[in-house]
């Protein structure tokens, strides 16, 4: 029985180093230190965002409600913008200046270019960067833009990966994330660094279960020899 403990704890103590609480805040996740665990594909479909919380964007005066998503691992930053949550009145995608601060750093990012795009169109855009480490196209940049016209109205769904190393932004597990951008809504899209609570229970439980294999047996045979 004291084995099968052992062993449990010895379980708990490594898969404590894969777990990482996504606080289901207004508009704020973790960080997480795998590449892409969220399984987002840049492809147009949108169907991998699904279950993540979207925050709604938009000032009071704003009929046509936005909807975004901002998400993290160590390597990418994801988002995904609804130009109209409800899908009603013409909603085509904001292209210029959304605002990224990483690490302290400012960075402007811009999608190029939607014109032109017909109803039920998936296309390809641009991500342009602005900042204090990159500046121009960044090539190793995913970006997909999905267009619907109804009525003669346009609505529009973005969905990018934008690498850290594409745009030389430094990247640890403790820095926050966040994207503003004025012509969409006053809401920011947040994303806050893993805590180190999880690893460090986790290295606690391995710690306390590898003692109680290797020591506790030696200690009882000790035990014995004295007794006798």
């Known amino acids: 029985m004291r084995k099968i403990f052992f062993?449990?704890?010895?379980?708990?103590?490594?898969?404590?180093?894969?777990?990482s609480t996504v606080v289901e805040a207004e508009s704020t996740t973790n960080i997480k230190t795998a590449n892409n665990i969220y399984h987002i594909k840049i492809d147009g479909k949108f169907s991998d965002w699904d279950d993540t919380h979207k925050t709604d964007i938009g000032y009071d005066w704003d009929k046509i409600i936005k909807q975004g998503v901002l998400l993290a691992d160590d390597k990418n930053m994801y988002m995904y913008i609804?130009?109209?949550?409800?899908?009603n009145g013409d909603a085509p995608l904001q292209e210029n200046t959304y605002k990224f601060t990483i690490a302290n750093k400012e960075y402007n990012v811009d999608f190029r270019s939607v014109a032109g795009m017909k109803n039920n169109e998936?296309?390809?855009?641009?991500?342009?960067?602005?900042g204090p480490t990159y500046n121009g196209a960044v090539k190793s940049a995913d970006a997909k833009v999905h267009r619907t016209?109804?009525?003669?109205?346009i609505h529009d769904i973005l969905e990018t990966r934008i690498p850290f190393a594409g745009i030389k932004a430094p990247v640890a597990a403790s820095q926050d994330i966040t994207m503003y951008a004025?012509?969409?809504?006053?809401?920011?899209?947040?994303?806050?660094?893993?805590?180190?609570?999880?690893?460090?229970?986790?290295?606690?439980?391995?710690?306390i279960a590898l003692f109680a294999v290797i020591k506790v047996p030696k200690m009882r045979k000790a035990r014995k020899v004295i007794n006798k």
Request: aromatic share 6%; proline share 3%.
């Open 7 to 19: 062993a449990l704890l010895i379980v708990l103590g490594i898969s404590s180093f894969s777990i």
């Open 149 to 153: 016209i109804k009525n003669g109205h």
């Open 122 to 130: 998936t296309k390809n855009v641009r991500v342009d960067v602005w």
């Open 182 to 207: 004025t012509n969409l809504g006053p809401q920011k899209l947040k994303v806050t660094g893993g805590s180190t609570g999880p690893v460090v229970l986790a290295i606690i439980g391995f710690a």
């Open 82 to 87: 609804n130009m109209s949550k409800n899908n």
